[in-house]
Structures are given as structure tokens and as C-alpha cells.
């Protein structure tokens, strides 16, 4: 059975830096796609960033481009979102996203659009990030 857990999040002032944790179990993450993405109250879900099964591509959202990376380490399975220069805008509740589709173009498509579903795709309960003074 799929399972991801989040972790890392908390409270940091503005232009602070953190970095969010994603172990996985249940598949290795060289065989699917694999994300994150957040949600703030009363907003839409927003793509943050993916990382493909293939070759390791990564891509982002405009929004972090330049502040974010993402990285994994397949030996112990975990996925990672480094965060740096943050700003209030980025408090949101982060979640990382599996591909179940077997399609990773459409799987990182898809979450960077916002459009992460459960029919093609499994997450955790997520860690809240808030950027505050």
C-alpha cells in the first residue's frame, strides 16, 4: 500500500528557510513521478514542483522558481523541498504527490497546474508551512 508522510514544517519569519521531508513506502520513487503541492485556507491547490521517474527532471512553479528545490534520495526513499527565501505568500499546508498514473509528463503536468487528483494520484496528510513575523 502507497503511504507518504510529510514532515519539516513550522513557523519561520520571512526570507527564512526550511526544508519539508516525504517518506514514502508502498513503491521506490525511481519507478513513479513524484511531487509536492499546497493549499492555503480558502484557496486553490497550487503545483509547487515534480520530479519525473525517467531521468530525474525537476520543474517548478513559477511562483518558486529561483527560492525552491527539489531533490530525493532513492536509498532511503524520501523526497525533499528545500526551501529558501520565503515569503508570506508560501504559508500553506505542503503535500507530496505520487504519479499512479505511469504517465510522469502528465502526472507533473497535471499537479503543477493545480490539478492533482485521487484517481491518478495518492498524498499524505500534509505539513503546515507558515511564513510570519
Known amino acids: 500500500q502507497v503511504q507518504l508522510v510529510e514532515s519539516g514544517g513550522g513557523l519561520v519569519q520571512p526570507g527564512g528557510s526550511l526544508t519539508l521531508s516525504c517518506a514514502v513506502s508502498?513503491?521506490?520513487?525511481?519507478?513513479?513521478?513524484i511531487g509536492w503541492f499546497r493549499q492555503a485556507p480558502g484557496k486553490a491547490r497550487e503545483g509547487v514542483s515534480c520530479i519525473s521517474s525517467a531521468d530525474g527532471t525537476t520543474a517548478y512553479a513559477d511562483s518558486v522558481k529561483g527560492r525552491f528545490t527539489i531533490s530525493r534520495d532513492l536509498a532511503k526513499n524520501t523526497l525533499y523541498l528545500h526551501m529558501n527565501n520565503l515569503h508570506a505568500e508560501d504559508t500553506a499546508l505542503y503535500y507530496c504527490a505520487v504519479d499512479g498514473s505511469s504517465r510522469p509528463n502528465f502526472f507533473c503536468t497535471t499537479l503543477l497546474s493545480g490539478q492533482v487528483r485521487p484517481d491518478f494520484a495518492a498524498w499524505g496528510q500534509g505539513t503546515q508551512v507558515t511564513v510570519s513575523s
Open positions: 508502498g513503491f521506490t520513487m525511481d519507478d513513479a513521478a
